[in-house]
């Protein structure tokens, strides 16, 4: 039988392995936000 988190860990290891993804901290995470506020900064200062 096929699991939610059998899948879920599958297209996370393709997105990092593959795709250039990286691994966030958990313990970064706003949950309030639902983002990594350090990464939207990045984001925001490459887009200039």
């Given at each position: 039988?096929?699991?939610?988190s059998?899948?879920?860990?599958?297209?996370?290891?393709?997105?990092?392995?593959?795709?250039?993804?990286?691994?966030?901290?958990?313990?970064?995470?706003?949950?309030?936000?639902?983002?990594?506020?350090?990464?939207?900064?990045?984001?925001?200062q490459?887009?200039?």
């Amino acid at each position: 039988m096929h699991k939610a988190s059998n899948f879920e860990q599958s297209i996370e290891q393709s997105l990092l392995q593959h795709d250039g993804y990286s691994k966030g901290n958990p313990l970064d995470y706003n949950k309030k936000l639902a983002l990594f506020p350090d990464e939207v900064v990045v984001l925001v200062q490459n887009r200039r």
